[in-house]
């Protein structure tokens, strides 16, 4: 980190802050958050790993938190971030309850403040690391949404973080429908989990499911899915592949 | 009340645990025009009555939009009045940009009844010499607040403020049972009788009085005079016509307390009811 300890003197505008305050990589990561409604309320599946780098280091890491009454967190990428958040919103969550007064904050003003924090540390050039999934139910009404690192957020019926993005939204383009029941809600989600498995190297085979209604939230405790290896495309992977061994 | 010892600033307490100089703030509202309220399960109608200086001027603002959701009405010191409105809708603004949400009323009238308190207990300050009506819609229904410059809030059915306000709530303790299930345009003829109470035989035109309306569906706006003469005209409540005498005892918005005027002489101190 030598040319940091050199920019420092010059970066006089700076002040006290320094350089190596600022998050520059994340060291670590969680990988894929998927998540969708269903009939009751949201479903919303990430595995229990932290990575550091390639290793997969920690295989205890619980990447979904219930926020308040109605909300329920799940997050991807650093960490020590992703404790931070926790660590503000625990405060908001806090200061809402004092209040006593029988308003509360619901997923979509969660959702908008998590917005604008993630917003206002990139603008800073300080940004907390994570892509985050807010899915919850208030008053009947369902809220899944997403914010990612700079600040990008939207809604969808089903959501899905990192290499999620490229394997699990697919298979739920496909099919996912609305009102599905709990049964097939979990199943779909597997089905996406399995996938990322298979193809995501972060991933690791211990899963949990959390899922959130009117009347709270429940977290599984963590399992593992079935997978096969048998596929015959998978013994001699390199058969007919020229140049290849 | 009489001038005495201990009303000469704000953080001198009276024997009788009385704050002189906060009670005379509330002089300040009853001196101010009238400004009623009244609210049903769904809607909330606000209204005062419009005194200008003379002829030839203009009449004050005295309610103030704040949100969709939310407005207000007030009676005392106008540039109070305003500047509190400021405050307000600056809070609605920063809350709806952070949380995509309405602020809830209850908690701008708490947010405005802590700032009201800051100046009850600072020397170098003055209470507001402003009431505030708080109409407002949240997700617990229609809500009607009264501010006072004591920092107190209450919650309302229906309430009237300022000058001959006595008037216009005899109206209203004889008819609020009805008003929760009430029509919106009962109400605003409610509003418009209240209001009437309070002219004292002077004829009821659009002119002197300003309607505010907000409710479930219906976003926080002022009803453009003609169709309030139109629900005057169609709910018949011309008054008698007065003569001059009665009509001159203008009760300003800006002002000058009557020395010996209301005398409340000693007794509860108003700001404990």
Redesign the interface.
Known sequence: MDFMASKQPENSLLGPEADSQRTLYPYVTGTSVVALKYKDGILMAADMGGSYGSTLRYKNVERMKAIGKHSLLGASGEISDFQEILRYLDDLILYDNM?D???S??P??V???LT?VMYNRRNKFNPLWNSLVLGGIK?GQKYLGTVSMIGVNFEDDHVATGFGNHLARPILRQEWHENLSFEDGVKLLEKCMRVLLYRDRSAINKLQIAKITEEGMTISQPYSLKTYWEFSAFENPTQGAVGSW | MFRNQYDTDVTTWSPAGRLFQVEYAMEAVKQGSAAIGLRSKTHIVLGCVNKANSELSSHQKKIFKVDDHIGVAIAGLTADGRVLSRYMRNECINYS?????PL?V??LV?QLADKAQVCTQRSWKRPYGVGLLVAGL???GAHLYYNCPSGNYFEYQAFAIGSRSQAAKTYLERRFESFTDASRDDLVKDALMAIRETLQGETLKSSVCTIAVVGVGEPFHILDQATVQQMIDAFEIVGEQEGPAAAGQEASAEPEPEQGGAAAGEGVAPMDI
């Open positions: 209040w007064d029988g308003n904050l619901g979509k003003e959702h908008n403040y604008r008053n | 940009f952070t949380y995509e949400s809830p209850g908690r708490v949240d997700e617990s």
